[in-house]
């Protein structure tokens, strides 16, 4: 094998929406504040029960029984997340476990917003050097467990979720070459700190790095992939926020492609956001089986990840 490929795609929202009505009942916010800023009418809250494992596991398992593989034939579980409580047993190892997986490596991944492509490209490297055949990559985040609901800038922004991939070697590979970084005088611009940890972050600052200098890399990453912008049958960018998603995906000249905007109806859920978007793409039948697709994410550290994919 020479490569890999996405095989299947699965997720999992929580049912409890929170609208921006909701949202205005708790600060001094309204429904046309939000969308006006940030595109976004809708978001998921997860219940008390409702861990960063657990919806991890429910979005690994739909994925797993869509890829037609057994839980034994899975050796690598990768989960991408910043809003893990626990340190041990890490969020990968229940996930294995609640799966009933035989004996994988299991490794949580914190890149904040740009997780799932740093986990997805993890897997891809393993997979290339022979360390695993089949893995599960995961992005899930509990994000309204580090939200500031008194704080209107942030607390409108955040949404729960997980989306799952699983990803198989492959004679033809089908996951391009990631091209990733960071910023790391702008690693402040996003922050989960404290006791109790939460979210703030220079919206503007990320907003101006996001539309100027992300469009160059991302069109590096079609590059590298040998993919034309215009060849795109779809853009995933990490849903931040609407007023970047489209500006950017027209830099990019991604001139054919479904730009990907969940954010209108998810929020941001971080390192979830992509494989949850793409999930929903494919499960609705947007993106033909094996037609590329640019996935990047960016955000926390100022952290930056991309690769194109082949739609499974």
Known sequence: MTGSRVLALGHYQPSRVLTNDDLAA???TSDEWIRSRVGIRTRRIAEPDETVASMAAEAA????????LEAADIDLVLVATCTAVDRSPNTA????????????????INVVCAGFPHALATA??????GSSV???????????????????TTCVLVGDGAGAAVVTAAAEPGIGPVVWGSVPEMGHAVRIEGTPSRFAQEGQSVYRWATT????????????????????AAVVLHQANLRIIEPVARKIGAVNAVIATDVTESGNTSAASIP?????????????????????????????????????
């Not at 190892?93 to 949580?108: H, I, K, N």
């Not at 992300?214 to 795109?232: D, H, M, N, Q, S």
């Open 93 to 108: 190892a229940r996930v294995a476990a609640r799966l009933g997986l035989s004996a994988p490596a299991v490794m949580d």
């Open 134 to 152: 089949n893995a599960l990559v995961v992005g899930v985040e509990k994000f309204t467990d580090v939200a500031d609901w008194t704080d209107r």
């Open 213 to 232: 200098q992300l469009p160059p890399i991302a069109r590096k990453v079609c590059e590298r992939a040998g993919v034309a912008p215009e060849e795109l």
């Open 26 to 28: 708790m600060v001094d």
């Open 124 to 129: 891809d490297h393993a997979i290339r050097a």
């Open 276 to 312: 949850l978007a793409l999930s929903k793409l494919v499960e609705r039948g947007e993106i033909a089986s094996g037609a590329p697709v640019l996935l990047f994410g960016f955000g926390g550290n100022l952290s930056y990840a991309g690769q194109v994919v082949r739609c499974p």
């Open 61 to 68: 398992a739909k994925a797993l029984a869509n890829s037609g």
